[in-house]
Each structure stands twice: as structure tokens, then as C-alpha cells.
């Protein structure tokens, strides 16, 4: 199976990553993540992944063009759905990319995180991949939590202290 792996950023990769090289899954990753407010914390992220991605000698495709305009119009007014908005907008756009790219499947490391709505993430998913005609490609990633932050903090990548989006990160420091 020729898998494209959507990956959020650096250290939510090492885990799944190390999986599915170790299970022999022919995959490349893909950057695209519109909802990643301020720009600077956008590209400390994809700076992150860039290493991860040099050091393990990965294949990443990168959207660097920063999205957020794209993303508020999606959700601004919907912020109760923005979680469902924003897997609906990345991994439409995942499906699309591994039907353009002639793969078979894809997959997501937003399936790592504990933090995530791994339900809403594999139903969005399957639609997606229906309409592009690819499969989706499920595994729950999130048995391995402490090990791929452990990893993470090895190869001492940039963790961010919240998800990405705007939302998130006024929640993240409301709650101290």
C-alpha cells in the first residue's frame, strides 16, 4: 500500500512515523494545516517537521502557503462545529492530495493526540475518502502518546503548547 500520511507537525509524526516504518508502509507525508494561528507558531511548526523530516530522511510534500484566512472563513460564526470544520477542510484536502499523487490511502497523525476527536476525525475521513475515491487508512495512533512525545523531546523539536487554531490557544491560556 503506497500511503499519504497528514501530519499536523513535528512531534505528533514520531510516533506514527516510527510505526509505520517499522510495519514497511510505503508512505510520504504531507504539511497542510490552514488553522495554525499566529503566523510565527505556523512556522515553527513546519520548522519542526523539516528537522524531523531531515534527521529521519522522510518525504514531505509542504503547503507553506499560511492558510488562516481560508480556515476563519470556514468556521468564523460556527465556532461550536470548528473542530469538525477544520478536520473537514485538512482532510478533504489530504484525500485530494492522495488521489493527485496516484496513492492508494491516507492517513493522519491528528489520530495521535489524545486531545483530538478521534470519532469525528475517522468520520470525516471516510466521507472524504469516498468522494476522492481513496481509502482511508485507520490506526489509532494514541497507544503510543508517551513514547512519541518522548521521542519528540529526544530529537528536541518545538512542541507546541496547543492544538493550532486560534480558539485553541485562547483556550489553552484562559485555563491558567
Known sequence: MKLLLHICCGPCACYPVSVLQAEGVE?????????????QEFKRR????????ARWQ???????RYGLRDYLR?????EEQRCRLCYEMRLAAAARQTRL?????????LLYSRYQQLEVITEVAQAAARREGVDF???????????????SRRLELYRQPYCGCIYSEQERYDRR
Do not use: C, K, M, S
Open 137 to 151: 487508512y485507520y490506526r489509532d495512533f494514541r497507544p503510543g502518546w508517551r513514547q512519541g512525545i518522548e521521542i
Open 74 to 78: 470556514q468556521v468564523v460564526f460556527h
Open 101 to 109: 499523487l496516484g496513492l492508494q490511502a491516507f492517513t493522519t497523525t
Open 46 to 53: 513546519l520548522e519542526a517537521l523539516e528537522q524531523l523530516a
Open 27 to 39: 508512505f510520504r507525508g504531507w504539511f497542510y494545516n490552514p488553522n495554525i494561528h499566529p503566523f
Open 58 to 64: 522522510l518525504t514531505v510534500d509542504y503547503e507553506r
